[in-house]
């Protein structure tokens, strides 16, 4: 009898613990709902799950990707997640960086009978998380976009995930997003790039570019403060506009304060290079992952389709790519890019209209 008492009293112990173990956990889950993000990425809205029947036909598999999404460009990242939920049979979660001026047109537009059981969550991106790390020109002001560095602050936008893919608004997938996801990273690799000099892309496309593909095309190697580094100036650069991310190792490496610190050091001491103008979130990705990132396959960032209006590639070039990449001035919505009929047929019609009138304003422009 006496073993007994003790048997019950060990479970009622047992018990006891169990209980407090979870009440403690409610608690903190519940704290890590509420508390504001203090980057100021809010969650505005999020579709949590798919109709049966599309669960049904979709592998469990759940990939994040995250895409930016400015107002002027929103066609873009409509077209760039249709291509993107049409070639996959995972399930796709898309985590949609905005501004909170675009929140109701981006809303509106995910309702369109194509995209309408897409899973999406998002999030308003507060630009004064950039105050002093960005150096903008009172004269330029209008060309800022704080948009451009959501790609910096992944882990607080994607907090409970441990890898996602981040890619700009004017790409077309035309494979399953699946393979690129399942890009494997090196141990102690926070992500993975393609690389610019051994891509397909900088081959075919831009011949005689020169230092556009180097790490001197982008950073000024007569500061001392580049130059104690000991980079090597002709180390090939990577392509920062698709990228697979470890979050764990991302987080466990600070990789967000790393680029933070470069961001603010630039304003003092304006480390980057003024050979590509416009290029100001490149340059702090090159100095934190400086050999320190795994590559991803060329065919999932074929690139410079924006940097002319000329075909660059053959139509079986172009078909047989994974990702296509209109990085450069002549976007596919502007139509005079190469190969714009291949993103039209991604491209869902706006339906209050605003953005047909940015595209006839965008080819009128580069029409001169």
Known sequence: ??????????????????????????????RELSDPSPLGLQPIDFIPAAPQRLTDERNEKEISVVIAASD??????????????QHTRSSVVFHIVTLND?????????????????????????PHVLEGK????????????PLTFARFYLPSL??????????????????????????????????????????????VAVRGAGNQYNYIGFLDYKKETIRKLA??????????????????????????????????????EELYSKTLAGS???????????????????MWNVRHLGSSAGKRYSPQFVKAAKLLHWNGHFKPWGRTASYAEVWEKWYVPDPTGKFNLIRRHSEAYEAK
Request: proline residues 5%; negative net charge.
């Open 158 to 203: 994607v907090p409970h995930v441990e890898k996602v893919i981040y890619v700009d608004d004017d790409v077309i997938v035309q494979d399953d997003i699946v393979e690129l996801y399942n890009t494997p990273l090196k141990p102690g690799h926070a992500a993975a790039f393609s690389d610019d000099c051994d891509s397909t892309s900088s081959k």
């Open 1 to 30: 009898s006496v073993n007994i008492s003790i048997l019950i009293v060990a479970v009622v112990i047992f018990l006891l613990v169990i209980h407090h173990n979870f009440l403690s956990l409610s608690d903190f889950l519940r």
């Open 102 to 126: 675009t929140v109701d047109h981006l809303r509106m537009w995910l309702k369109s009978t194509p995209l309408k059981n897409m899973r999406y969550r998002i999030l308003d991106f507060d």
């Open 231 to 268: 980079m090597k100036a002709n180390t090939c650069s990577f392509n920062p506009g698709v990228f697979v991310a470890n979050l764990t190792e991302w987080k466990l490496q600070n990789i967000t304060k790393q680029l933070e610190k470069w961001m603010a050091l630039n304003v003092v």
């Open 280 to 298: 100001i979130t490149t340059p702090p990705l090159l100095i934190v992952f400086y050999k320190q990132h795994s590559s991803i396959d060329p």
């Open 72 to 85: 002027e460009r929103l066609g873009g990242a409509i077209a760039a997640m249709n291509s993107i939920y």
């Open 134 to 145: 960005v150096q903008v020109d009172p004269q330029k002001a209008d060309t800022f976009k």
